[in-house]
């Protein structure tokens, strides 16, 4: 039997409600199968031990997590620590440190919720933004230089490498290729950016010949906010970068109904490192410690860390749970404008699972 190491850190606000229940999961799973079991080893980083120790995660951190088979992470955010602190000293530490480049966002919407476009159909919105995570917008160079004086000067420079867009153009053109329409949308903003932008249309045209089966087009990032409003059927996997991916996919993800729904995965497509997993949501102070917030995000995040593992049918029976969840009205949160509890839906999910288990054996 196959023992997977998961390392879960569960980091701030709602993080520290969510990856429990998400590891409630996870053993609801093994517990109902012969075929593999999990090692969990937890971490206690995030703005908590930075009051304590001055640093989101210690400074040999990564080396805890390197031989890890996946993380489960929650969020990091904290109303007393600036944001630029916690987010550079964890999260994008963790996907930095570790190469995970390609960050992996599908949206549909899920039975019984309710979208706000009016002209859609269920079916009409399934898509995977595939998100550029180790460069362009987020590479953290730029400055600033005489602070407080009127001569001030700030930049944040984005920087593309050939490298980097090829991987995760043939990322993505891989991606499309697997799912059924294989058709990919190239985002870009060539027309105002014309450097970095200009060669990042060149690279997929570049990568687009590898692979002949897929369609592809191109679509400016502003105009893609609306074509994911009008015609959302028209798109299926779309990428593009760091920041401009980030901004669709809390478009993609409020269009599908919920921010609380939407997951994520940070990919390292080589496997040279463990992929990190968690819910888009954030830390939502608002609601955290009270038992409130929305663990499906964490629950698909869960299903992609065990497709990522090899674990299909597990994923599957995951995502069996979840849908059976919110097609449920009396499951779902607040944020669905329903009046259940984390650890109720919690329990309704890992109820579900090992019920499908004990009925297959
Ligand atoms: C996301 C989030 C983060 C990001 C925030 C928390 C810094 O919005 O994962 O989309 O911008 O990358
Ligand atoms: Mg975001």
């Not at 206690?44 to 993380?71: C, E, F, N, S, T």
């Not at 043939?170 to 190239?186: D, G, M, N, Y």
């Not at 060669?199 to 679509?219: G, N, Q, R, T």
């Not at 599957?316 to 749970?321: E, F, S, T």
Request: glycine letters at 8%; hydrophobic letters at 45%; a negative charge.
């Amino acid at each position: 039997m196959k023992t997977y190491r998961i390392a879960t850190i569960p980091g701030d606000g709602i993080g520290k409600e969510v990856v429990p229940a998400g590891r409630q999961v996870l053993e609801a799973l093994a517990r109902s199968t012969q075929n593999f079991a999990f090692d969990f080893e937890n971490f206690d980083w995030g703005a908590d031990y930075y009051r304590q120790h001055g640093v989101m995660m210690p400074d040999d951190g990564l080396d805890a997590i390197r031989d890890k088979d996946a993380i489960l992470f929650g969020s990091a955010g904290d109303p007393d620590v600036p944001d630029h602190i916690t987010l550079w000293g964890l999260r994008l530490k963790i996907c930095q440190g570790l190469d995970q480049y390609a960050n992996v966002r599908p949206t549909r919407i899920l039975p019984g919720i309710d979208g706000p476009l009016k002209r859609c159909e269920r079916e009409d919105l399934n898509w995977v933004i595939v998100r550029e995570n180790s460069e362009g917008e987020y590479s953290g160079v730029g400055g600033r230089v005489h602070q407080g004086h009127p001569i001030e000067a700030a930049t944040d420079v984005s920087i593309l490498t050939r490298a980097g867009v090829e991987r995760i153009m043939r990322f993505a053109f891989k991606l499309a290729q697997s799912r059924p329409r294989k058709l990919l949308t190239v985002i870009t903003k060539s027309n105002a950016q014309r450097h970095a932008m200009v060669m990042w249309d060149e690279v997929a045209l570049e990568i687009s010949k590898e692979f002949p089966d897929v369609k592809w087009d191109k679509e400016l990032v502003d105009a893609a906010t609306a074509r994911m409003v009008n015609r959302p059927a028209t798109l299926d996997t779309i990428v593009a970068t760091n920041l401009h991916a980030d901004i669709l996919s809390d478009l993609a993800a409020a269009l599908a109904g919920s921010l609380g729904i939407a997951p994520t995965g940070n990919i390292d497509p080589e496997r040279r490192y463990p992929s990190m997993f968690e819910p888009i949501h954030g830390s939502a102070f608002d609601i955290m410690g009270k038992g409130l917030a929305n663990p499906i995000g964490t629950f698909w995040s869960v299903a992609m860390l065990l497709e990522h593992l090899g674990e299909f049918e597990a994923a599957k029976r995951v995502m069996a749970a979840v849908e059976a969840v919110t097609a449920d009205p009396s499951l779902h949160t607040g944020d669905l404008g329903g009046k259940a509890t984390t650890a109720q839906v919690t329990a309704a999910v890992c109820a579900f699972v090992e019920r499908v288990e004990a009925a297959a054996a």
